[in-house]
């Protein structure tokens, strides 16, 4: 059916609605690209929201990413907050996703405008939480991350993430606005390449060997595509 939305991926007003109706995509094209990562929430959103009420009226729907975890998952968010309701207790609590061993740490957040894909600026910005300091406080490479890119992202991103709205849900659509981000944006933590060269993902290659071994095939294709770049003028800071 047609719609009102662009394609997530390149912004065509020549979109078709997806069944979930939180995104549209140009078929069969930019459907095809993104279709993977797009399932992961499509029809998660809809059974979630009827099984998961809303807690308060400040409490807005937030995409989290556990550092141990098998891809994106839902949650009522304030930011790093997952807002939830004790059943025992009636009373709504706050649980800070990004602590470490129930400690509070500092926050990085980077703000993502635009469709990294096409340069146009997004209707309302996503806002990407991470520690502060995860490149020097032990933080593992996130897995969740890991394993919706396939390795296809830049960055390592090292701890836990969340990607929220300033007091606004966020939809399935961000999530692809946000694997565009990440295939080009590098986290202070690292690259993806050097973690690969120097070892890091010893334990991803131990404890999810299928996974590793995309993530070693997309570096490959990266490097290829980096090699047969003409782009002398392209800026460093997407350079890896």
């Known amino acids: ?26 078929e069969p094209g930019c459907r095809a690209k993104c279709l993977r990562v797009h399932n992961l929430l499509c029809v998660e959103m809809n059974r979630w929201g009827f099984a998961t009420p809303r807690p308060d009226d400040k409490s807005y729907i937030g995409i989290y990413f556990p550092v141990d ?40 957040e980077v703000q993502i405008n635009c469709n990294v894909a096409t340069k146009n600026e997004l209707p309302v910005p996503l806002i990407l939480s991470v520690r502060d300091a995860r490149g020097c406080d032990g933080s593992q490479v996130n897995l969740s991350i890991l394993e919706m890119t396939r390795g296809d992202q830049r960055g ?6 969340i990607l929220s709205c300033q007091n606004e849900h966020i939809s399935i659509a961000d999530l692809t606005y946000f694997s565009s981000f990440l295939k080009t944006f ?18 991803v ?15 490959k294709i990266r490097k290829e595509a980096r090699d047969t770049a003409s782009s002398p003028s392209a800026s460093p800071e997407f350079e890896d």
């Open 156 to 161: 390592v991103w090292a701890g836990p993430a």
């Open 69 to 108: 975890g098998t891809g994106p998952e839902l949650y009522w968010s304030k930011n790093r907050f997952k807002i939830q309701k004790n059943e025992a207790t009636g009373l709504v609590e706050e649980i800070d996703l990004l602590s470490v061993d129930d400690d509070e740490v500092t926050s990085g």
């Open 1 to 26: 059916m047609k719609n009102s939305l662009a394609c997530a991926l390149c912004d065509s007003k020549d979109a078709v609605l997806c069944i979930c109706k939180e995104a549209a995509f140009c």
């Open 186 to 203: 590098r986290d202070k933590a690292g690259s993806l390449k050097h973690a690969l060269r120097v070892g890091e993902l010893a334990h």
């Open 205 to 219: 290659q131990l404890e999810r060997p299928g996974l590793f071994a995309e993530v070693k095939e997309m570096a």
